[in-house]
């Protein structure tokens, strides 16, 4: 498809995430997850008649922590609304939810990401607003055969829908907002943000136009997104649905639709026309409130150094680059980790590729993570040292990480029980590229003769009669004299 390049195409998201209280947002059941179905409800989330709803203070606070990182207004006057419609996972017919005056107001998100050039770029991400609501109860279609079966435990649940203006611009960058957004929620601890059961969930609107226009174009609104690949997939997907029935003079419909990830396609569930009218009215058994200036300047005095905040200051104070510097913040565990090696007095650079590319490459081969690696950051920085030492070389220190890996003992001692000392010196190296020379006379032909590849062939047989011990700087340099 050629034409793709004539459009461009917009997306915003509505992403919903669970506040991470030990009760519900308007009664005390408790919140766990996976507990015995419907044991966690009363009247309230049961929405009987007579009951009434009390608003948890901690949602709000939690609400108010998240707007203030993501730089919204927050509200001076916040009222909660009925949002009608009927289903049976909504047992009281309406969802509590904010209309026309949520918690928090406008805000942004910064983004970053790789461009065409590879280069890290920032982009800001308008937010509209990030509201409070309650979740809805769970159908199950499995267990009894030919019936459905409806679990309220998760009814009441306090959710935080973040809806974002549409701003984004390809499925890279709705990846970029989800992923620093998943960031800033786990380090405000007010989510564990665990896709698989539930805690966070996306909803994608997209839409294209010709580049050069700016009328919006119709949206499509994408449901049943189970995972950050899932969106982005079906917003690649989307778009280029969407371009071809334009390009064939045909129209996009408004219209809710369903990925399917097995397919890779998304299917129409609704169509607007048929859309609900939720008749949308105040909430009249929670009177609107005022949030004084004192709770909010409060709450803004318990933020925690936020991931930008920390890649920047890992940037400045240890010159890494922005990408790996974003890279690292993304999980907070990671970022800890890495903060720690550090105190070992280890460098930052050799540290963050050792963490990020060799340890991390490591765990996931063994199907496990950083939290329960048995390689731990002091036992890191202790090979890192190594290698920073020149005691061994980092082709030895990719062989001695899986050993600690699985005995659990540390780089210094697994290289000095298996003898891997690094070999420096000049008169011992010497040798072995006589040797070796002396070997390969038509690789040293080759070479003279101008064929600069037999150099590396010639270097990698020093390192064969060294078992990889050889400095290989210092190899390829007395090599190089040898052949002068
Ligand atoms: P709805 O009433 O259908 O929920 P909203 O106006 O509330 O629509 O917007 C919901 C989400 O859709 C927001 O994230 C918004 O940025 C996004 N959105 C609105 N219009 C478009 C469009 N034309 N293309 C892509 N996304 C859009
Ligand atoms: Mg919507
Ligand atoms: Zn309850």
């Known amino acids: 498809m050629t034409a793709i390049n004539d459009y461009e195409s917009v997306i915003g998201l509505e992403v919903h995430v669970q506040l991470d209280t030990a009760s519900k947002i308007f009664c005390g059941c408790p919140t766990v997850f996976g507990t015995e179905p419907n044991r966690n409800s009363c009247p309230v989330c049961l929405g009987m008649p007579g009951s009434l709803p009390v608003l948890n203070e901690r949602v709000l606070e939690l609400g108010i922590r998240v707007g203030h990182a993501l730089d919204c207004q ?8 009925r949002k009608n419609y009927f289903y049976p996972d909504l047992p009281k017919a309406y969802q509590i939810s904010q209309y026309d ?26 937010i509209l607003r990030a509201h409070l609501e309650e979740d809805a109860g769970k159908l199950l279609h499995e267990g009894i055969e030919g019936a459905t ?3 309220y435990n998760r009814a009441g649940i306090p959710l935080l829908e973040i809806v ?40 994608a609107n997209v839409s294209v ?26 917003i690649q997907y989307e778009i280029e649905r969407q371009v071809n029935l334009v390009e064939n003079q045909e129209k996009v419909i408004q219209e809710t639709r369903l990925w399917n990830d097995v397919k890779g396609q998304t299917f129409t569930m609704r169509s607007k026309e048929e859309a609900h009218d939720y008749r949308y009215f105040p909430e009249p058994d929670l009177v609107p409130f005022t949030i004084s200036n004192e709770m909010k300047e409060k709450l803004r005095s318990t933020l925690p150094e936020l991931p930008r905040q920390r890649s920047k200051r890992f940037q400045e104070k240890f010159g890494l680059s922005a990408y790996d510097a974003a890279v690292l913040v993304q999980e907070k565990m990671t970022a800890d980790y890495f903060e720690e090696c550090l105190k070992a007095g280890v460098p930052a650079k050799l540290t963050s590729n050792w963490l990020q590319s ?16 048995p390689v731990g950051p002091a036992a890191l920085a202790g090979l890192v040292s190594l290698i920073d030492k020149q005691t061994i070389s980092g082709k030895i220190a990719k062989d001695v990480l899986p050993i600690m890996f699985e005995t659990g003992k540390s780089a210094e001692a697994i290289v000095k029980e298996k003898g891997l000392v690094q070999v420096t010196d000049t008169k011992q190296i010497e040798e072995v590229v006589e040797r070796v020379i002396a070997a390969n006379p038509k690789s040293v032909e080759d070479f003279r003769s101008g064929k600069t590849q037999a150099l590396s062939f010639l270097v990698g047989q020093i390192m064969k009669e060294t078992k990889g011990k050889a400095n290989p700087q ?11």
Do not use: W
């Open 74 to 81: 927050i509200s001076e006057r916040v009222k909660f609304d």
């Open 101 to 126: 005056m949520p918690v928090n107001g406008p805000g942004f998100l910064t983004i970053e990401l790789k461009d065409a050039d590879g280069q890290m770029i920032e982009r800001k991400i308008r």
């Open 149 to 151: 079966l409806v679990d």
């Open 164 to 203: 974002s203006e549409p701003d984004l611009r390809s499925a890279d960058e709705a990846y970029a907002y989800l992923i620093s957004l998943k960031a800033i929620l786990q380090y405000l601890e007010v989510s564990d943000c665990n896709m698989e059961e539930g805690s966070l969930r996306c909803d």
């Open 209 to 234: 136009r010709k580049k050069g226009e700016t009328r919006l174009g119709t949206k499509a609104e994408i449901k049943n997104l189970n995972s950050f690949k899932a969106v982005h997939k079906s």
């Open 358 to 373: 060799e340890l991390m490459a490591l765990l996931n081969e063994k199907k496990t993570t950083l939290k329960k690696s």
């Open 474 to 484: 210092l190899a390829n340099q007395i090599l190089e004299q040898k052949l002068k």
